[in-house]
C-alpha cells in the first residue's frame, strides 16, 4: 500500500478514538515526508534533532514537529524556533534549557515527561518519583514558556499482549496520578503518547491519545 492509503488507514481506524496520529518520519527523505503531508498528515515525530532541524524547512508552516529521541541540551537551540512538542523530557535541566531558548525566541514549547515502562533497561525514562521531584521543584513552578502536556512511554518489544497492557496502563495510572496532584486545573495536561506500528491498536485500547507510528506507513527503515 502507498503512504496515503497506509495514512488513510490509519486516520479512519482512530476517527472513533481518542487517539490522533503522530507520523514517525525518521530516516525518510523530505519527499515521502511530503507525501505523508499531502494525505493529510500534520504531526511528524522525528527522533534527531538535527535531522528534524534540516528537514523542517522543507515542509509547510503548519506541521507540528514533534520530537521523540533523546533530546541534549546543546541541541535545543535547534529546534527551539519551531518544534511544537518535545516528547521526551526527561530531566529538570532540560525543562529549563528549554524554558530558556523558547523565551528568546517568544514561543511555548509543549513537552511530555518519558516514563521507563518496557522492561528492558536500554529504554530511558523517568520513574515515578524522580517526575515526582521535577513537578514538585520550586524550578518547575517558574517555567513559562514550556508547558507539560502529557506523558509518554516506549513498551518493551514483544508480542506479548497481556505485558503490553500492562505497560500501557502502567504509564495511564502514572498520568492519571500526575495529572490529579499537579494538574488538575490544567486542561492542556491531556496527552498519553504510546503505540508504535506493533501495538498502536492496544495502546488505543488502553487509553494513548498520541500515537507515533513509523513502519505502518512508510515500511521498514533501511
Ligand atoms: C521509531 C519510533 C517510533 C515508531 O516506530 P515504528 O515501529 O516504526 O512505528 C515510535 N516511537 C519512538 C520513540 C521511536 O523512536
Redesign the pocket.
Known sequence: MSIAENIYRLNAELADTAARLVV?T?THPVERLAEAYAAGARLF?E?RPQEMAAKQPQLPPDVEWHL??QLQTNKVKLLAPFVHTVQSIDSLKLLRELEKHAAAQHRIINGLLQFHIAQEATKSGLTLPEAEVILASEDFRQLRHVRLTGVMG?ATFTSDEAQLRQEFRQLRGYFEQLKTTYFAADPAFCDISMG???DYQLAVAEGSTLV?????IFGSRG
Open positions: 514517525v525518521k515525530g527522533n521523540i529521541g516506549v508504535m506500528s506493533g507515533r507510528v513509523g513502519s505502518a
